[in-house]
């Protein structure tokens, strides 16, 4: 266990929730939000990058955000880049306190994760990859992220990679690859010491990824993951995997959801190709219900749709796939994120590039796809769904938000989460390019 580190909260912002959206309005030209939700804010520190950020939210009126921060760091001479740094609101999302690094570190921190243990509905645990990505960090707060104790569930020799939690009272995830290996990390005792197991020991020669993971209402835990082939990774298909285990993580059974085409490429935004590539994102419901959302592709190198699927049997079984989106046929979805509540209460979101910026051009140009951030959700498992709500807006000041939408995703994935009182809550990223510059947004509504 590392050393217990005590952070104090900054001050809260003096604004009220009038005056944040006049100022929002003012400053940055905000439009009017979808139906049911705030207009899009910035959150995080103004000045450097910000990307792939991570929400939860408790019954007690607090939202969490942690992400990577690229640039200085106030106040934090040991901090490097990017250091892995905390946003906090106490009043469900109206207003919000200054971020602060959670644990300065020599080397770059990555990939972070955040959950609030849905049992007691307040403790808190995080994650992320430091120490050149080859230690898996899991952090807990019993206050309300006001201080917080460190643990490493994973001291390898090799880089890892996106690390995947899930918490369900003293049991403790953390899903991660090693290259073609995936494995989960699994505490029973809060988080204090772990014990790690190969989720694929037939792995060949490729790459993993996780992707989402849950823990049932019977505390069977699940996680889904994608498989690469690496060497031939704009030729070959990926298979996209849901793994469970019943007896805390010691063994796993693995169901096979869907196989992809291979994914896109966006070497024009200055990414590898696999950034836009098939992800999966998992939730649990209640009453115990699994939700699966993920992106595939028919052809390879061709856009990619968004799927959902459930299963009421513990995994063994899924319903068929449906088409979650009203976008047209050949626009690229990408960046799954899923929530689910109540029995029955389910809640998605995706990115896509559906809209076309309609600047002038030069001549003979083509107009530019332009992406957003879209959101669903359905009170009986996903039988039916609301109309799509689109998040993201346009703002002023930033060269890649523009009026349709934004340039590039920010970032590999985004987040939601359901507060006490039952709002929707989002965070995700935009930016110009895969690269820089780029920032993480958020939104609230129902």
């Not at 390879?300 to 979650?324: D, H, K, L, M």
């Not at 939601?416 to 820089?436: P, Q």
Request: glycine fraction near 10%; charged fraction near 15%; aromatic fraction near 12%.
């Amino acid at each position: 266990m590392l050393p217990t580190s005590h952070f104090h909260a900054g001050e809260r912002t003096a604004l009220k929730v009038a005056a944040l959206f006049l100022v929002v309005l003012a400053t940055a030209g905000a439009a009017l939000a979808a139906a049911g939700f705030t207009p899009q804010i910035r959150l995080g520190y103004q000045t450097g990058d910000q990307w792939e950020p991570a929400l939860a939210a408790d019954s007690h009126g607090h939202i969490y955000v942690l992400y990577p921060q690229y640039g200085a760091v106030p106040n934090c001479a040991n901090c490097n880049v990017p250091s892995i740094a905390l946003t906090m609101s106490g009043d469900n999302g109206l207003t919000w306190q200054p971020s602060r690094a959670l644990l300065p570190f020599p080397t770059g921190q990555f990939d972070p994760q955040i959950v609030v243990d849905p049992v007691d509905r307040q403790t808190v645990y995080a994650s992320w990859l430091q120490n050149d990505k080859r230690d898996v960090i899991v952090a807990r707060s019993l206050d309300f992220g006001r201080t917080w104790s460190f643990s490493v569930a994973e001291q390898g020799q090799e880089d890892a990679d996106k690390p995947v939690l899930a918490v369900h009272g003293t049991n403790v995830y953390v899903g991660f690859n090693h290259d073609e290996k995936f494995f989960v990390s699994a505490s029973h005792d809060a988080g204090q010491t772990f014990a790690s197991v190969q989720v694929n020991p037939n792995a060949g020669e490729g790459s993993s990824l996780a992707g989402g993971a849950t823990v049932d209402a019977a505390g069977n835990v699940y996680f889904g993951w994608t498989a690469y082939v690496r060497r031939e990774l704009p030729t070959q298909p990926v298979s996209v995997f849901v793994s469970r285990s019943a007896d805390g993580g010691r063994t796993w059974s693995t169901f096979l959801l869907d196989v992809s085409s291979a994914p896109p490429g966006c070497a024009a935004q200055n990414c590898e190709t696999g950034f836009l590539g098939p992800q999966i994102a998992l939730a649990s419901d209640a009453a115990g219900a699994l939700y699966a959302l993920w992106n595939a592709g028919s052809v390879n190198g061709g856009p990619e749709r968004i799927y959902f699927s459930s299963s009421t049997s513990g995994g063994a079984s899924w319903a068929e796939r449906s088409n979650i989106s009203t976008a047209a046929a050949g626009v690229e979805h990408s960046f799954p994120a899923i929530v689910a509540g109540a029995a029955g209460d389910v809640r998605v979101a995706w990115m896509d590039a559906r809209m076309t910026d309609t600047r002038p051009t030069e001549a003979g140009q083509p107009n530019p796809t332009l992406w957003n951030t879209y959101f669903r959700s359905s009170t009986n498992g996903g039988a039916t769904w609301s109309a799509e709500s689109q998040l993201s807006g346009p703002v002023q000041g930033y060269d890649y938000i523009l009026p349709a939408g934004f340039l590039f995703p920010f970032g590999d994935y985004f987040s939601l989460a359901i507060d006490g009182d039952g709002a929707t809550h989002a965070v995700w990223g935009e930016g110009r390019n895969y690269k820089s510059p780029g920032s993480i947004w958020y939104a609230q509504g129902r």
